[in-house]
């Protein structure tokens, strides 16, 4: 019953956020020199980053998101690897994954080197089970199935939207549990991979994340981080709660499970204390805010749904701060941007919204 | 930091619906050995079921329950293992853990016998995570912890009412699936312990199932099954819709995942199948029912939920069957007996609505 799974040669992109020379590329070459890459190059566009021989790439700094988006660049962040979204933008595939620079090829139990983006692929390419639970996990993985009392009708499933791989050796924990437990490593190997059921929100993390950019891409928008903003790693978090909420109501699934990478080492809590510290108090509300929101049926388009939300944000999360607000206008900026650099089919959304009705 | 797990001897039941000789608890004497046993003995009540020495067990079969309830005895199945939640009325624990007798000690993946009652120990006593998905898993075992982005003000978690175990080698299918896939072994050992959310359903199997008796027992009414009735194999199925909505409302936690058991045997897919038909159809209409069921504010015991889905159950799903008529008012019986044979603190809210308030 095992099926060979497709490589997507031609049909995923490697997204890849960075700020220095990508050597962790020589451990990954096996798995990812078939593949095209997008390194978003963040800080400093004057530095030269090195790409080991071999792999076919395109690399894009400041100057370029400056000059491809025009005014448009202010929703992408700087100095925070939130920039990472413009690679998703800039694609023209259908698939996206995307890792951070200081991840590597993690071992299974047995000691084999684990091909994190074959599972993506494989979480991506069958169906989600959103809408009731299924105990003994992912239903479509070999050797297992729905067990007794999983209604029938629901066994097809829904399209898999998102792929949402964990981490070996450094967990992704927040600055105050850096803190408090410095030398926690992850070492505890979970075989599954579930689907993360409808209402749910989670934590999304964007260290090793796939996603289907047809399906889900304009939601993945890492919001406004870093430099001049109050808040920083919460990029991930922020696309994390967006996409949740715009996948239940389009009918569309995320995995969460395998595959693992190897985070390699632990960023400065301190330092993460400082980008994080607003966002620990903001989640307070925004995570109840996100909780609570609905999107009127006529939502029917990725698009539509993004813009419907901004507006709600506007409305609800600006009087925690002002930042809300330009956050909002920043997602609409984003919509602009992608459906510019992403001219057909989706573009309907948009300009239905912006126009009124299209004249026949 | 890692504690020991109490045994909590005196404070727990395991109860065992079972036709034969028990021969099964010889594997299970250096686990179960310290436990008192509740027995429920199905069918033929002349027939004399053996208990291997050393144990320390009650024993009921179906004169005992009709002695014991009376009329009341009608709630309780017969001819189907649904026949067990009389040993969670007449237990005077704070905890029971339910297991089949085909049920065996699994080795984990380092060889060493699984001490399945240990693990379920470790889920109850420690909260679970209903309102918000942690991607580490269960957050509170050793070596994890709720990971970035998980809101603080969530982290005290809620009260877990149940703990539901996993089964290796034969998994839960139903009959149709076992005949599809008769040869199908479940060899996938996940090493995760993890919350259903808030607001999904889950199908909740009695083979390897503790829970705090004090938090959601009367909710654990295994329904009318077998003997004379139109459905089998649909008894935790039931249960396990029941106590969903109910944790739910009353902010209570369920975990699902380790320990696993060794199934040892399939039962027949021929005689599955006639038991299952009508739950097959039904659960269609079932599970939406239960999906949207909510609760009034004024339900704040086990028992007041519990009286209020059987008004929803006779109110709304008689339409698909005289059957559920029955069973509401089986339902109502159920928490009647209960409350004779369990005479305090939770009585009052059976009183209060038999009686209306309570006077001074």
Not at 90 to 107: E, G, H, L, P, Q
Not at 181 to 210: Q, S, W
Request: with cysteine.
């Amino acid at each position: 019953m095992a099926v060979a799974t497709p490589l997507l040669k031609d049909e995923l992109d490697i997204v890849i956020p960075t700020i220095r020379n990508l050597d962790f590329l020589e451990m990954w070459r096996p798995f990812f020199q078939p593949y095209h890459l997008i390194i978003v190059q963040d800080g400093d566009p004057s530095k030269t980053i090195k790409v080991p021989e071999g792999f076919d790439y395109e690399l894009y700094n400041r100057n370029d998101i400056n000059r491809i988006l025009g005014p448009k660049a202010s929703c992408i962040s700087f100095k925070d690897s939130a920039c990472r979204c413009f690679g998703y933008m800039v694609s023209k595939k259908k698939y996206i994954y995307t890792i951070d620079d200081d991840c590597f090829v993690a071992k299974d139990p047995s000691g084999k080197d684990i091909n994190a983006l074959e599972q993506h692929i494989k979480n991506l390419l069958c169906p989600s089970t959103p809408h009731f639970f299924n105990t003994l996990y992912d239903p479509y993985r070999d050797g297992a199935d729905f067990v007794r009392g999983y209604p029938f009708s629901m066994r097809e499933g829904a399209p898999t939207a998102v792929s949402h791989g964990l981490w070996l050796n450094i967990p992704d924990y927040d600055a105050p549990t850096q803190l408090v437990k410095p030398h926690e490593r992850n070492t505890r190997y979970v075989d599954a991979v579930m689907t993360i059921p409808k209402g749910t929100l989670f934590p999304m993390c964007g260290m090793n994340l796939a996603f289907d950019r047809d399906l889900i891409g304009p939601a993945m928008y890492f919001g406004l981080m870093g430099d001049g903003q109050p808040i920083g790693r919460y990029d991930d978090m922020w696309a994390g709660w967006c996409t949740k909420v715009i996948c239940d109501h389009l009918g569309l699934g995320i995995k969460t499970g395998l595959p693992y990478i190897w985070h390699s080492k632990a960023s400065n809590p301190f330092v993460n204390l400082k980008k994080e510290y607003n966002g620990i108090f903001w989640q307070e509300e925004i995570i109840p805010f996100f909780q609570a929101a609905t999107l009127p049926k006529e939502c029917a388009t990725v698009q539509q749904c993004y813009l419907e939300l901004s507006k709600q944000v506007k409305e609800k999360l600006s009087t925690i701060d002002p930042y809300f607000t330009k956050l909002g206008d920043a997602m609409v900026t984003w919509i602009e941007a992608w459906d510019e650099l992403n001219p057909t089919g989706d573009n309907l959304a948009k300009l239905s919204i912006a126009d009124g009705p299209a004249k026949k």
